[in-house]
């Protein structure tokens, strides 16, 4: 598999470096200018005053991975880590219904010691809506073990220190918006802007907040135009203002019917107007990998993370020096994971992870 990955580490004085990986995407011509990852907000020329260390490297080489296995043996994986990562759409649930047999198999898993942590690039939720979600459907499961993207942004923006007379422009819903409150940062837009038109006539010109230093963007139902202008504004306009997604999912599971289209459809109408590539701090950046690493003491190669999505899930995984087990509950199917055209391959797949269950069984 041909592997190419850009390794930023951000520090400042009080703060604890985070490492990010994350996939290249493909150059491309936008008109007579050549884009690259390299051209994002973080670049040398828009480092902002309070990002005062940077470390950026890229490198290519060529590496194997065998072609996934299926799950025979789920105790020997079981018993080869400590920690299970989790996705939620399309593992745990899909739209507000949940999958069979998941509460006995995390009671399983709890059983027998193991850790469990719940990661999600969906961003509508904070990490407190989501365990009224995990409530409603009967799980016991608590804050402290749920990662949303939502949470990664507000993370990511103590973890840099982000002065807190600067203000975050939203492009997203109710989810960021309480996980930056719950840090402390001031913030604007989200979906109140929902509502928002812009009067196009001669001569208007489209007024921004010039304190503002960061833009999130994640999944927003309310997306419309004037967001779009607003944050191109404020990225392109105001010094070292930062480009930050929680997510480039191009689906979600919205419903249990059919997929939507996904978090990655605002972000790229964003890159396209600006054109600048976003610091992603969902899966499959590394952020959460490392900041889940360093608040509970594990090590990575004693986690397992599955997932239904090749390129954000098992690659988050691979990324982290994980174990990784592919679902066919969700997004990916068995055609997907085979085809010659897919270079992720997972170590194992399965159904569905109450296969744990059936699997554990057939082996006793």
């Not at 304190?211 to 999944?219: H, I, N, P, Q, R």
């Not at 992720?344 to 269950?357: E, G, M, R, V």
Request: a neutral charge.
């Amino acid at each position: 598999m041909l592997s190419s990955r850009v390794s930023l580490s951000v520090a400042a004085t009080a703060a604890t470096p985070f490492r990010f990986i994350s996939q290249i995407p493909n150059s491309r011509f936008l008109g007579q200018k050549k884009m690259s990852y390299l051209s994002n907000p973080i670049s040398s020329s828009a480092i902002p005053k309070w990002n005062l260390k940077m470390e950026v490297s890229s490198g290519s080489n060529f590496t194997t991975r065998a072609s996934a296995q299926p799950l025979k043996n789920a105790d020997e994986l079981i018993d080869s880590v400590e920690t299970f990562i989790f996705d939620c759409d399309g593992v745990i649930w899909k739209g507000d219904s949940l999958i069979d047999g998941v509460p006995e198999t995390l009671d399983m898993l709890r059983s027998r010691g193991k850790r469990l942590v719940f990661v999600t690039n969906n961003s509508t939720k904070s990490r407190k809506q989501y365990g009224k979600k995990f409530e409603t459907l009967g799980l016991n499961v608590n804050e402290e073990e749920i990662f949303a993207s939502s949470f990664a942004a507000a993370a990511y923006l103590q973890s840099i220190n982000f002065p807190k007379d600067k203000k975050v422009y939203v492009i997203g819903e109710d989810g960021i918006l309480k996980e930056l409150e719950l840090a402390g940062f001031q913030y604007l837009g989200g979906p109140e802007d929902g509502g928002k038109k812009i009067e196009l006539k001669p001569g208007y010109l489209m007024e921004h907040d010039e304190s503002v230093g960061a833009v999130v963007v994640g999944f927003d139902r309310y997306f419309n135009y004037y967001k779009i202008q607003y944050g191109t504004l404020c990225i392109r306009e105001n010094p070292g203002c930062l480009f930050i997604a929680t997510n480039r999912d191009a689906v979600t599971h919205l419903t249990d019917a059919q997929e939507w289209a996904g978090g990655g459809s605002m972000v790229g109408a964003i890159s396209g107007s600006t054109q600048r590539e976003p610091l992603v701090v969902g899966k499959p950046s590394t952020f959460m990998m490392d900041y889940l690493a360093n608040k509970f003491g594990i090590l990575k190669s004693q986690i397992c993370m599955v997932g239904d999505r090749l390129d954000t899930d098992i690659l988050f995984g691979q990324n982290g020096g994980c174990k990784t087990l592919l679902v066919l509950s969700g997004v990916t199917n068995l055609s997907m994971l085979q085809s010659p055209n897919n270079s992720i391959q997972p170590d194992f797949y399965t159904n569905k992870i109450s296969d744990f269950l059936a699997l554990k069984a057939a082996t006793v």
